[in-house]
């Protein structure tokens, strides 16, 4: 009898401790929308250096700091549950219209799509000269 007294108020206590309040609920709920509502800002403005950081190490050719950015942008969008907004992928980064020197001084104007492909004005027309991608 007393076994099953004992065993029928342990179960009985465990689930009534399992069950919240509304009110605890509720409160919860609004703390934790104050609390990402402040952090967003926070949030984006490290998200925009982070790119910012990126396009300036992709600019300078350092591929293994914009790995690293990538990866910290990743890290943080997963922290976020999204990736942030602001971070462009490489290749459309890259896209664009770059200017190729030498140092005899020869240089040649050349067009950079995002799909890989790259382009070069020949005899006045543009005409397609090579493919790249991000490995």
Known sequence: MKT????FFLALSAVLYGQESKELTTLRATWTQARQQALKPIDTK????????????????????V??????????????????????????????DWEMRTSEGWSSMYKIH???AVWR???????RVATWAVS
């Open 114 to 116: 995002a799909n890989g």
């Open 121 to 127: 004005p020949e005899n006045g027309r543009p005409t």
């Open 67 to 96: 790995l690293q950015v990538d990866a910290e942008l990743g890290k943080i969008g997963k922290e976020l549950g999204q990736l942030p907004e602001v971070a462009p992928k490489i290749e459309e980064q890259m896209a664009g």
């Open 46 to 65: 490290y998200a925009a250096a982070l790119a910012a950081l990126k396009d300036k190490l992709t600019k300078a050719g350092n591929t293994d700091g």
């Open 4 to 7: 099953t007294s004992l065993t």
